[in-house]
């Protein structure tokens, strides 16, 4: 039952985060750079504490008692973590939107699950799950083996958004909004490695804030005798990880607000500014759900290689099924049609894989 549910709150988060780019598109007159960091002030900066608060006595407690090494090691994975998420948009550039999509993805999903297991190979903790432990375990091969047709289902969207983009004369980014390619192979490729790496530092992030969400587990556990973990310990977590985010995306606003002199539209009385801040106000606070979520579902599985694929899955999964929903593919030929729906099928296997190996660990 605990990895049912972990499962579930795991595919609300990625329904969050494969969703939240929808209330910008009702955003008008705005430059990219001025509805990102409204919606990001939201994201980063407002909802996370807030959401703490609501779920966490004293969080601002634990962040003050824990020791500064933690604090910065989470606060630089959160900025190296926003670094990736604005490289991504050069990978895309420059391989084009489905190329470099799914290189980005599918590195952010395999650097993310692996990375954490591997580092506790050699530097061993209670509590963690090592490489060699998922290795040498079935539920472990299991694991690995929905990875791995996690990653068969990314390249076939791949596939599938490359025949998309030959049989349209525009592309769109898997937040459908419209996308300029400049195709360079070396120089997209490389670029893409580096956002896929730095994308999964958030998962990083996590793992070196451990220490905040191990304090509001036990606080809560003490309160709350043999009832289990803390369904919203990471909640803490998330506001020092996520500081860090804030600072790269701001820092880079800034320089296109400057750049593209668009500092006006915070205030352009010729565009629908309530409505403008009122939906990115919203699409910032869906975008935060997917880790409030996430972090539920950590709760019940563990925040181990699981329940980062089942996360990366769920977004995959729920961006694709957006793109069919809202006719993104309108105007393509069947073949095409049918080899998304297959990538779509094969990361639902990847999840189900994923979930089954957790239920052999429990």
Known sequence: MQVILGVIFHFIGGFASG????????????????????????????????????????????IRET????????????????????TYGLGVRYLGVSL?????????????????SVYYDFFPKEGKDTFSMMAGSDWGMTVLAGLAVCIIGIIICGRAGVMKEKQLSTTTDPHGM??????????????????????????????????????ANEIWKVANPGEGNFLYRNNVTYVVVLWGGLTTNFIWCMILNARNKTFGDYANKKTPLLANYIFAALAGTTWFLQFFFYG?????????????????????????????????????????????????IVIIASVLLVGYGNSLKK
């Open 178 to 215: 419209a996308a300029k390619t400049e195709y360079k192979f070396g120089l997209g490729l490389l670029v893409s490695i580096v956002s896929g790496v730095l994308s999964a530092c958030f998962n990083f992030g996590l793992e070196a804030g451990k220490p905040m969400a191990d304090a």
């Open 100 to 116: 470099g999509s799914s290189i980005i993805l599918g590195l952010c999903m395999v650097f993310g699950a692996i990375i954490p």
């Open 296 to 344: 539920m579902g950590e709760s019940k599985m563990g925040n181990g290689a699981s329940s980062w694929i089942l996360h990366m899955a769920f977004i995959i999964l729920v961006a694709n099924m957006w793109g069919l929903v809202l006719k993104e593919w309108k105007g393509v030929d069947k073949k095409t049609i049918n080899t998304i729906i297959a990538g779509i």
């Open 19 to 62: 969703s939240f780019y929808i209330p910008y598109k009702k955003v008008k007159g705005w430059a990219w750079e001025s509805y990102w960091i409204i919606g990001g002030l939201f994201s980063w900066l407002i909802v996370p504490p807030l959401a703490a608060w609501l779920t966490i006595p004293n969080f601002t407690a634990i």
């Open 67 to 86: 020791n500064n090494s933690t604090i910065g090691l989470a606060y630089l994975f959160g900025v190296l973590w926003g670094i990736g998420g604005l």
